[in-house]
């Protein structure tokens, strides 16, 4: 496989990993990607995508102005993903539920298995909102931070603060999920009949 193929797969790997619980049935497919231009330098392991850059495999969507990606030496892939808004959508494992990101830049550590949004930063899941200066998300954890940047942009109608919207969770998902210390009780049933001898 020539180096420039490894770099490309490289990124389907990384894209595949950047959002945790993300459905896995997506590393399984084809990577289909659009640009304007692709510069790859074999020498330097870095590959550069630019010009309306989308990027689809299975539910994966990632579209940037420019998608830049960097190899080290141990093989570990780094991702910049730029434009105004860059963003990715991909379907959470075994739900019809999706997860978006957005930012002016999303940065995403194969090494650090970390996602960073930063400038006009979002992530939504179904009706859960989160926005905020830089979004930091721990893909091992599944753990968000949030950083606003309070008086730094008086004209914004945030006001530099984080801002989130989380909905109650349903009760009735809730009662459908068994306690997990519950003792299991057994009943009889008055419809089996005895065996024959």
Same mark, same amino acid.
């Not at 299975?58 to 030496?73: P, S």
């Given at each position: 496989?020539?180096?420039?193929?490894?770099?490309?797969?490289?990124?389907?790997?990384?894209?595949?990993? +950047?959002?945790?619980?993300?459905?896995?049935?997506?590393?399984? /497919? %084809?990577? !289909?990607?659009?640009? $304007?231009?692709?510069?790859?330098?074999?020498?330097?392991?870095?590959?550069?995508?630019?010009? +309306?850059?989308?990027?689809?495999?299975?539910?994966?969507?990632?579209?940037?102005?420019?998608?830049?990606?960097?190899?080290?030496? !141990?093989?570990?892939? !780094?991702?910049?993903?730029?434009?105004?808004?860059?963003?990715?959508?991909?379907? !959470?494992?075994?739900?019809?539920?999706?997860?978006?990101?957005?930012?002016? @830049?999303?940065?995403?550590?194969? @090494?650090?298995?970390?996602?960073? *949004?930063?400038?006009?930063?979002?992530?939504?899941?179904?009706?859960?909102?989160?926005?905020?200066?830089?979004?930091?998300? $721990?893909?091992?954890?599944?753990? *968000?931070?949030?950083?606003? #940047?309070?008086?730094?942009? %008086?004209?914004? %109608?945030?006001?530099?603060?984080? #801002?989130?919207?989380?909905?109650?969770?349903?009760?009735?998902?809730?009662?459908?999920? %068994?306690? /997990?210390?519950?003792?299991?009780?057994?009943?009889?049933?008055?419809?089996?009949? /005895?065996?024959?001898?």
């Amino acid at each position: 496989m020539s180096r420039s193929n490894k770099l490309l797969s490289g990124l389907v790997l990384l894209c595949c990993a +950047a959002a945790a619980g993300a459905d896995t049935a997506d590393r399984e /497919k %084809p990577i !289909h990607l659009e640009a $304007d231009r692709v510069d790859i330098s074999e020498q330097q392991q870095v590959s550069v995508f630019s010009g +309306a850059v989308k990027l689809t495999q299975g539910t994966l969507v990632v579209q940037a102005d420019k998608i830049v990606v960097t190899q080290d030496k !141990h093989g570990y892939k !780094h991702l910049t993903a730029t434009g105004r808004l860059a963003s990715f959508r991909q379907r !959470h494992e075994g739900t019809d539920e999706y997860m978006e990101g957005y930012g002016e @830049r999303i940065e995403y550590d194969t @090494r650090a298995e970390k996602v960073d *949004f930063y400038v006009r930063a979002r992530v939504k899941r179904e009706q859960d909102d989160v926005q905020g200066d830089h979004i930091s998300y $721990d893909t091992r954890t599944e753990a *968000f931070q949030v950083v606003g #940047r309070p008086g730094m942009d %008086p004209d914004s %109608p945030s006001d530099g603060r984080v #801002r989130a919207v989380l909905q109650p969770k349903s009760k009735d998902a809730a009662a459908a999920v %068994p306690p /997990k210390n519950d003792a299991l009780t057994i009943q009889p049933s008055s419809t089996l009949s /005895k065996p024959k001898p």
